[in-house]
């Protein structure tokens, strides 16, 4: 994705599911890509030889140390070229190395020898200071089009990782990552200002990121224990980010009281996960996690129908249901979209046309109703859903 406007490095904070920021320096055709490392053209890789060297990356490195020590991030979307893709990699840090050496700096180029992927992790990005000193280059083939950049900004997994576990209460089967509750806040809308509901809170997850986005918090669990935890978490929060003027409450209650709990039309947003059913320890078989789904159903209707009755117009409702892999390969998922037309929400897709550049092929991403969260070793995952009133 491309911004006419350069971002403050900051934001990405705020955006959970972002891995890296780019500054972009050079474009250049995928097709001189495909020439270069597809059929070998010589002098196709002069010509991006001579991109990269006038693209300015290297002078960039060469102004923050004497002998820069920098990385190559190739990310492709181009079949055609995946298998070529380690030779990219050396092929840019060697024309960089030349770079500087032109501006007589002598450098170090972190390779990639006994690596699968084609990055560096953002955690790698970190640990070397690469944003600092401008020292990670970007090299992205799109369809049509490949961008040369310079990473300004990484996503920092180890303050996610502090707000997951050193906060004073955990659910360690249960919980959801700190990560994957800012990305669906995000997608709620929910900013300063806003009221955010989680009629599941559990332990508070979504609403400590919420806390940190500035909004006014209310949560509700049928668990007392839960009830407790969540506060503590809550205050543990504000006091730990120095959020003044923290605006949270937790209350015990079960969905079916939920309008009675906090008002008709009172919140913006809301943001939830629901029961997802037993934790499995084998995959099952179809027919018993249809079973599960079927058993859930009667929770999720009388949720959606809840919801549309406490939300404010043109407010989210942003919940997980369940997506459970089996035996034969083919996942059961949870079949809402009848409840969802019958109570007047309308679905919201999380990517339009109008936010990518017509030289991406993201046409399923596009045409994508809910968006799956899950890991290859676990049995049960989560469908993300967007509505809106």
């Known amino acids: 994705m491309t911004f006419e406007r350069k971002l403050d490095a900051s934001i990405i904070a705020d955006l959970g599911g972002t891995i890296k920021i780019g500054e972009l320096k050079a474009t250049l055709p995928t097709q001189s890509i495909k020439d270069a490392f597809g059929d070998k053209n010589k002098l196709a890789q002069r010509q991006i030889c001579e991109k990269i060297a006038s693209s300015g990356v290297a002078d960039a490195m060469a102004a923050f140390s004497e002998k820069p020590f920098f990385g190559v991030s190739v990310y492709c979307t181009n079949n055609y070229l995946q298998s070529a893709l380690g030779n990219i990699q050396r092929f840019v840090g060697s024309s960089i190395k030349e770079a500087l050496a032109e501006l007589g700096k002598k450098s170090q180029f972190m390779g990639f ?42 996503h920092n997994p180890f303050d996610f990782q ?8 955990q659910r360690a089967i249960f919980g959801m990552p700190p990560r994957l509750a800012r990305m669906m806040i995000n997608l709620s809308f929910c900013n300063a200002g806003k009221t955010l509901l989680d009629p599941f809170c559990g332990v508070g997850t979504i ?16 668990n007392s224990w839960c009830v407790k935890a ?55 078989t179809e027919s018993y996690a249809q079973k599960i789904i079927e058993k859930l159903e009667p929770l999720f209707t009388e949720f959606i129908e809840q ?25 059961v998922i949870m079949p809402i979209d009848e409840t969802v037309k019958a109570a007047g929400f309308k679905r919201i897709y999380a990517f339009s046309g109008e936010i990518f550049s017509s ?10 109703a809910s968006l799956v969260e899950i890991d290859e070793r676990h049995k049960v995952g989560r469908e993300i859903h967007i509505l809106q009133k």
């Open 230 to 284: 969540a506060e503590e978490n809550l205050e543990w929060t504000a006091g730990e980010y120095e959020l003044q003027g923290a605006d949270f409450r937790v209350l015990q209650g079960d969905i079916g009281r939920l309008a009675e709990k906090v008002g008709l039309e009172t919140v913006n947003c809301i943001v939830s996960e629901p029961d997802l059913g037993p934790a499995l320890k084998q995959f099952p």
């Open 207 to 222: 609403l400590q990121e919420a806390l940190l986005e500035g909004a006014a918090t209310v949560g509700i669990d049928a």
């Open 113 to 154: 020898r006994d690596r699968k992927h084609s990055q560096l992790s953002h955690v790698e990005v970190i640990k070397k200071k690469m944003v600092e000193n401008q020292a990670e280059v970007l090299f992205c083939i799109g369809k049509d089009e490949t961008w040369i950049a310079s990473t300004i900004a990484v």
């Open 162 to 169: 502090k707000r997951d576990v050193y906060k004073p209460n």
């Open 307 to 331: 919801a549309y009755r406490v939300l404010m117009l043109d407010g989210r409702l942003v919940l997980v249901t369940p997506y459970i892999k089996t035996r034969s390969g083919q996942p």
């Open 359 to 368: 030289k991406l092929d993201v046409g399923r991403l596009i045409h994508s």
